[in-house]
């Protein structure tokens, strides 16, 4: 390596590292005030290059110049802020007192809708953007060709910070931003109208996404993934930095841009693995990040009230189960084939619902990415079976044993931290894993996945099947159950309720929850197996954050303190999903729309409701505590 | 007689399922400083707190300056004039005591003088060529002054100043109780929780007691330092 190569490397570094700040930028600074962690924070990143590839190249057709070019970036900019704003408007404003996971999938719901519109209006395929004038051609750096356009990104890196510096120290506005960001209670005592400056906040923050959307189209040809592609980007550069901080959010994203321009060389499949890896290490050693602060999230609720509650089964309960058994039981007998295929993949949901409903109603381990499990099984099993050769059954019975092992190796990290941060990170892991099936092309078969996973000859008719899904989900459930009830399940409910006393009390609560963890990662990946035989097939939409969010309404809609919850859940869901997705062309939208209506009607989730109704026939709930 | 700038009748309020406060009522007129006396743990902060809409309360009447403000944002009632000066302080600790005061600032009322930094430092010499200071920078005494600057940036017609003496230095102290007859001088009324009674007494006007979450005790301030069974059995002396 020369010199000249190692200062071209670190200037593309560089270049990657300023788009990626001025992005992150936007989203650092609505958490900081709203103290909401906006997922569509991508989808306006991706409008924004939508808008550029559009309004740009019509700017250009008049004059073909720089700064017609620069023109139409900022008016594409401009835009998506107004976009923002009104998402403020019409969203945000509703849910800034609604438990964090709410808030994430609400802005999750309005990922889906973005999605479903942009395909609507540009298309499904990839649109390459112009060329900016006056920097198309190249610069001689000690003999090294270098794009003018990245040194212009560079450039344009350094302006935006120089610019939130000057909005930040110098204007009113700035001023109000980085006292709300502080303590927003405070601010609106001193009669700061919030609404105003919280708009404002989404103004800004969505501009900055835009403009950082708008400057890649003569690098990129935009195209519907850029959403989601950047925004795990995004959540790990402002993790790093700290949730709040602008200037962490530049430090890391310097840090980012050099450790993959270089890591590229070194690494060149996995340089992302290389990016998450700093990120855990950076979050073990301070887990709210370089710049953050503790208060940022913490004493906020996560979840929905109404989890406290967790009733053992009562007679009806045990009756309904009963009932439910016993159709399962008859299904294959009197079903029709499409009968039992979906009573499979309900079965197969069920118990991911359920494994990821252990975690959160249980643990208190609120997981984006539990969909990283259910993946892992799927693939562990579809690839021992294609390509080594193995059976069905103990590839099985290695499925959940490897998505254990991954759970649990991740999982060392993630119980290690509490709230936001711990949501966003079980989100990047879920997203090594699902980067890692789709880039490695030659084991996994990246975007088409694998065919050829067929159960063992024995199995193969669909009622076989059936009752072996039947008899492992069954098990594993019963298991999971009967764990809630042991003391293990009593210390971690203890953790959960409060940390701290249960550590008084001499629980791990680390450990613990670790185990937890480890073990809710197995069922889903029991769950992942079973279902990889009966599609034939894995694909990476197995392990995609839309799959993770599905566990989540899953377990919602089903309500969080019933244990038969998350089966009920996940038989409504699936059969909305079945009935409605053939029907619609807009089957996201739909979803992202009821996910949003969800938030808004049951702010205390669809539980918390449905117990404030049966509280009021139940005179006398029996709630679970520690034993006395 | 007019009617009286704050009026509160029979508030109540909790924190979930612990109710706090117990039918309290209350009153100051224009220019008045009253003191809210009692232990810690008393309800004396939940009470501030509830006038301005930061806990969830009930009352039969909470009005402000004729506008009944039980339903309004914190930051509508501080636009009517009524400050809140917090006891943990609260400053903005990032920024510097300049912008902690801008955050404060609001237009004055019916043609009143506004305050301005040199207003300010009049009341509060330490505060004086501080302005590039950060807030994080300060003392506690300090703190607590610019605590009080910022509210009075707001041009408010009354603070509610939540134990401006605790914890600090009696010449601090000194200073505290100078600043507020300073305010009360220049027409704003002040209601003042305390658990240091000299404090309160060199002071106040009026005082009312509070102890577990119900009002024992109203009258003028010359009469609490009279009675002998309500300080013993509801102050530390
Ligand atoms: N955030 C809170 N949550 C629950 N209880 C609280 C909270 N803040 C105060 N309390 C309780 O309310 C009562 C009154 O507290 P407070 O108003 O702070 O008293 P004071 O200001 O007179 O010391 C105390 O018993 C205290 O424990
Ligand atoms: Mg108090």
Redesign the interface.
Known sequence: MDLSFVIIQSLSGLASASSLFIIASGLTIVFGVTRIVNFAHGSLYMLGGYLGVTIVPLLLDVDRSLPMFLLGVLISALIVGAVGALMEILLLRRIYHVPELFQLLATFGVVLIVQDLVIKVWGAVEIPGPRAPSLRHGVFILDQRFPAYELFLIAAGLVVLAGLWLLMQKT?FG??I??A???R??????????AWLFTGTLFLGAFLAGLGGALQIPRVAINTQMDISIITEVFVVTVIGGMGSVPGAFIAALIIGQLQAFGILIFPKITLVLVFLLMAVVLVIKPWGLFGKPDASAGRAILPEGILSLKRFGTVDNLVAGVAIAVLLALPVFGDNYMIKVGIEVLVLALAAFSLHFLIGVGGIVSFGHAAYFGIGAYAAGLLVTRLGFAMEPALILAPLIAGAFAALFGYFIVRLSGIYLAMLTLAFAQIVYAVCFQWVDLTGGDNGVVGVWPSGWATSRQVYFYLVLAFTLSAIIALRHAIYTPFGYALRAARDSATRADAIGIDVRRIRWFAFTLSGAAAGLAGGLYSFSKGSIDPTMISIPMSVDFLVMVLLGGIQTVMGPLVGAAAFHSIKDFFMPLTDFWRMFLGASIILMVLVFPRGIAGAASLLTDRFKPNPKPLGLPA | MTEPLLTIRNLSAAYGMASVLFDVSLEARRGEVVALMGRNGAGKTTTLKAIIGMVEAKAEALSFSGHDIRKLPSYRIARLGLGYVPEERRIFTDLTVQENLDVGRRPARDGREAWTLERLCAIFPNLAEMEGRRASAMSGGEQQMLTIARTLMGNPDMVLLDEPSEGLAPVIVEQMAEAVVAMKATGIAVLLCEQNLHFAAAVSDRAYVIEKGAIRFSGTMVELEANDEVREAYLTV
């Open positions: 009113r001023v109000l980085r006292a960001t502080q303590d209670e405070m601010v609106a005592a001193l009669g700061v109208n919030q």
